[in-house]
């Protein structure tokens, strides 16, 4: 098994593609080894000393450290990550873990909110991906659009020129009613 890295724009995150799908619908997110007890394999990678997450995406898994170098880090990663898919375990025990909770809008805005998640899904979402991360929408109130940032997105040093200048340009060109873009 031939497992690829790629460095992402957080420092902290690495994305490593095993070359097989990793979770066949959604994304999941886990930032404590309390959160990772619902993936076989987000456990398995919390057990090395030194990893601080564990973002699974489709094809890819994004690990974030902590006060550890890669140099000695990613060995123990990559093996873990070989013996998991050799073990035959399944990835996660839950096939959708990225419900972030209810989303809020008002009713009346049911259009713009449309719009606004058509643009994440298609121009936003894939992008995102690339970098090892996810971004999903929350809710829109007063102009205002509410994102969780997930995986290397997370914390990362850039996130915030992403959502100002990609992201809120972009929504706010298609969408005149956006004013802004947090995110929760």
């Given at each position: 098994?031939?497992?690829?890295?790629?460095?992402?724009?957080?420092?902290a995150?690495?994305?490593?593609?095993?070359?097989r799908?990793?979770?066949?619908?959604g994304?999941?997110?886990?930032?404590?080894?309390n959160?990772?007890?619902?993936?076989?394999?987000?456990?398995?990678?919390?057990?090395?000393?030194g990893?601080?997450?564990?973002?699974?995406?489709?094809?890819?898994?994004?690990?974030?450290?902590?006060?550890?170098e890669?140099?000695?880090?990613?060995?123990?990663?990559?093996?873990?990550?070989m013996?998991?898919?050799?073990s035959?375990a399944?990835?996660?025990d839950?096939?959708?873990?990225?419900?972030?909770?209810?989303?809020?809008?008002?009713?009346?805005?049911?259009?713009t909110?449309t719009?606004?998640?058509?643009?994440?899904?298609?121009?936003?979402?894939?992008?995102?991906?690339?970098?090892?991360g996810?971004?999903?929408?929350?809710?829109?109130?007063?102009?205002?659009v509410y994102l969780?940032?997930?995986?290397?997105?997370?914390?990362?040093?850039?996130?915030?020129?992403?959502?100002?200048?990609?992201?809120?340009?972009l929504?706010?060109?298609?969408?005149?009613?956006?004013?802004?873009?947090?995110?929760?």
């Amino acid at each position: 098994m031939f497992i690829q890295t790629e460095a992402t724009p957080n420092p902290a995150t690495l994305k490593f593609i095993p070359g097989r799908d990793v979770l066949a619908g959604g994304t999941a997110d886990f930032r404590t080894r309390n959160e990772a007890v619902a993936s076989p394999l987000a456990t398995r990678l919390f057990a090395i000393d030194g990893v601080d997450g564990v973002f699974l995406g489709s094809d890819f898994i994004s690990v974030t450290k902590g006060n550890v170098e890669w140099q000695h880090l990613k060995p123990m990663v990559l093996g873990a990550i070989m013996e998991h898919y050799m073990s035959g375990a399944p990835v996660s025990d839950e096939e959708d873990s990225n419900d972030e909770g209810a989303e809020s809008y008002d009713p009346e805005d049911e259009a713009t909110v449309t719009t606004i998640k058509e643009l994440l899904e298609t121009r936003v979402r894939p992008a995102v991906a690339q970098d090892g991360g996810d971004i999903t929408f929350s809710g829109f109130r007063d102009g205002v659009v509410y994102l969780h940032m997930r995986g290397a997105c997370s914390g990362c040093p850039s996130s915030t020129a992403t959502l100002r200048n990609g992201i809120e340009n972009l929504l706010k060109h298609f969408c005149p009613e956006v004013t802004s873009v947090e995110a929760v």
